[in-house]
């Protein structure tokens, strides 16, 4: 990283932000910027990426603040803080729009929510009127080990009709093949007979991760490191 300074950051958002047209999007600055965002580490850099946040609180600068989302959210997983990840979900009572919300979120998913944090802000997410909003607040749980997410997932499964809620079963399924546990799995197994392919394969990989979990053996299908 050329330096640990809000000049480099404002530039790093600069360039995340820049729209061109490339033959191969790989080659674009802004591809190659958010590429250079993933590897930052620098915990250091958290209170300048929120003074540049609150300095750009304008709807039309919500880009802006998405994209110091996407860095901060890169340098929480690269290195964790509690008081960091606090700082995004409280974020999404102040975001209004879909388009900030989702990527708040996505951001969130990747992190070890501890269980004594307030998750409120992602609760009410997940029965958000905008898909968008509603299924990345969805897969957000799947990071929060807590009861209360378990419980707004279970709320997903119940639901009779699957064909209205057809991905949000899915990503529910996925997020309690992370925090689920046994007793979870009598409400995925009629799942198992879905005519969806996708609901039918989300349920079988769910039974499979809780259980191995409750056996202490190795998550099967938790990307290698």
């Not at 057809?166 to 007793?183: C, F, N």
């Not at 879905?194 to 809780?210: F, G, N, P, T």
């Amino acid at each position: 990283m050329p330096g640990s300074t809000a000049d480099y950051l404002q530039d790093l958002i600069t360039r995340m932000g820049t729209a061109e047209q490339t033959a191969d999007s790989r080659d674009s600055v802004s591809w190659k910027a958010y590429r250079e965002a993933e590897t930052i580490d620098d915990p250091a850099l958290l209170p300048l990426l929120e003074a540049i946040i609150a300095a750009h609180p304008k709807p039309r600068e919500r880009q802006i603040r998405c994209d110091a989302y996407f860095v901060y959210g890169k340098i929480l997983k690269n290195h964790f803080t509690e008081e960091g990840c606090a700082y995004l979900i409280s974020r999404l009572r102040l975001e209004k729009n879909k388009y900030a919300l989702y990527p708040l979120l996505d951001r969130l998913r990747d992190l070890p929510i501890p269980a004594e944090m307030d998750i409120a802000p992602i609760l009410q997410c997940a029965r958000h009127e905008q898909w968008t909003v509603r299924h990345s607040a969805i897969r957000a749980l799947g990071a929060c080990p807590t009861e209360e997410s378990r419980e707004a997932l279970r709320w997903y499964l119940c639901q009779e009709d699957e064909k209205a809620y057809r991905q949000e079963i899915i990503y529910a399924q996925a997020s309690l093949g992370r925090i689920g546990t046994p007793e979870d799995i009598p409400l995925i197994e009629p799942r198992l007979r879905s005519r969806s392919r996708d609901v039918k394969l989300s349920a079988e990989i769910a039974i499979e991760r809780i259980r191995a979990r409750a056996a202490g053996e190795p998550d099967p299908w938790e990307p290698s490191r």
